[in-house]
């Protein structure tokens, strides 16, 4: 399936604050797109600022690429929360099963390869 990833990212509304609350009951589908499906899962697109929820796939590799603005990824391994710092054209492979959130994200526009399930939490998950 061929798809415009210039398209997809052009019908996302900024989504200005984000927080991990709103994975569990407000609405920010305008801020995310499926832009294909792929395996088991898709590739997505996001636009928004803020901190996401802790979130695992237990399927396999996760990969984010962001394509404009900032964010922090933080993996959580060995009960330790590691920091990377992405900006524009910058991409990160999540290994399977980590835990793993987005924060201090600014105006990011981002790609994932993500398989599915996701399985989410609010608070730091016990390793």
Do not use: C
Request: aromatic share 8%; proline share 6%; no cysteine.
């Amino acid at each position: 399936m061929k798809r415009s990833l210039t398209d997809v990212l052009s019908g996302l509304k900024h989504l200005p604050n984000r927080s991990p609350a709103m994975a569990f009951g407000q609405d920010a589908s305008e801020a995310f797109a499926e832009v294909v499906p792929y395996r088991d899962g898709a590739v997505y697109a996001s636009y928004y600022s803020g901190s996401s929820e802790w979130e695992r796939h237990p399927n396999g590799d996760e990969v984010v690429m962001v394509l404009e603005g900032t964010t922090t990824v933080v993996l959580l391994t060995n009960a330790k929360e590691e920091r990377y710092f992405l900006a524009g054209n910058e991409l990160i492979v999540i290994p399977v099963g980590v835990w793993h959130r987005f924060e201090g994200s600014e105006r990011l526009k981002v790609m994932t390869i993500t398989p599915q399930p996701t399985e989410h939490g609010l608070e730091t998950p016990a390793v």
